[in-house]
């Protein structure tokens, strides 16, 4: 089939939704009868629904998440503490909104990153912007950043956005400057954006791994009140996992 006057003039106008539903119209026998109202709806439908898959997909290129997670498989059946009804509130997104933050916590494999990347994704689909780090590695790129002038640069990007993961949070004592680092980037996001923390140390031993008692105080004081916690508790679904995956093979043999 030849390419339509109608349809190239589509795709020059940069409306590749409505070009695609175009063609699907031409070829479609039974589209005669739908009126030129709803045949132009429904290219204006599907328009629209390009846009937000684009942007949807800008989105979540930027935020980086590190798992591929979604909140629809996200497993509250496995017993690891998750309190049901402050979940269901975290997933309705309106906490972010509000500039609160989520502090999750607790040991290896039990899914932190994993609820923290879904409510991450859950966010972009909402139209939030997203930006997903791990601290250690967050560190790192602040030195090499205040090294070749692009450290303001950089803090201006995470206070920007709407949602900030911050994953594998302080994991052992802290240097001066990354003592500062972190009191940077909360101070810039109080009360102006929300800031998810997953770590395995509990909150109240936090202060005492930050180091400095002032800076502690300081950075403690932006994230901690205002945030949500969710605590998890119970074994590694890493483990659980390989088990299961023995136990079938075993059962298998």
């Known amino acids: 089939m030849l390419a339509h006057p109608t349809h190239e003039r589509l795709i020059a106008l940069g409306l590749a939704g409505m070009a695609k539903a175009f063609e699907e119209q031409r070829r479609s026998p ?6 030129f109202e709803e045949r132009l709806g429904l290219m ?7 846009r937000d898959t684009k942007r949807l997909a800008t989105r979540l290129k930027f935020a980086a998440l590190r798992q591929n997670a979604v909140i629809e498989d996200v497993d509250l059946r496995t017993p690891r503490g998750v309190d ?4 269901q509130k975290l997933v309705a997104g309106d906490w972010i909104d509000r500039a609160e933050g989520l502090l999750i916590t607790g040991p290896t494999g039990v899914g932190k990153s994993w609820i923290a990347c879904a409510l991450g994704h859950k966010a ?16 790192d790129a602040l030195a090499l950043a205040r090294g070749d ?29 990354q003592q500062r680092d972190l009191l940077e980037i909360l101070e810039d996001r109080h009360q102006r954006a929300s800031t998810v923390v997953t770590g395995q140390v509990p909150v109240e031993q936090w202060h005492e791994i930050i180091g400095n008692p002032t800076l502690a ?17 119970g074994e590694s679904i890493r483990k659980l996992s390989a088990k299961k995956r023995l136990l079938d093979a075993d059962a298998k043999a």
Do not use: M
Not at 124 to 139: E, I, Q, T
Not at 163 to 170: A, P, Q
């Open 217 to 233: 105080d300081a950075i403690l004081d932006r994230l901690v009140h205002n945030a949500h916690r969710l605590p998890l508790t």
């Open 84 to 87: 049901r009804a402050l979940f």
């Open 44 to 50: 204006v439908d599907r328009e629209a629904a390009e």
């Open 149 to 177: 002038g692009r450290y303001l640069r950089l803090l201006k990007t995470l206070a920007r956005v709407q949602l900030l993961i911050s994953d594998d949070w302080v994991p052992s004592a802290l240097t001066e400057t």
């Open 30 to 35: 039974d589209i005669a009868a739908l009126s």
């Open 124 to 139: 972009c689909r909402d139209g939030k912007s997203v930006l997903y780090h791990r601290v250690p590695r967050l560190f």
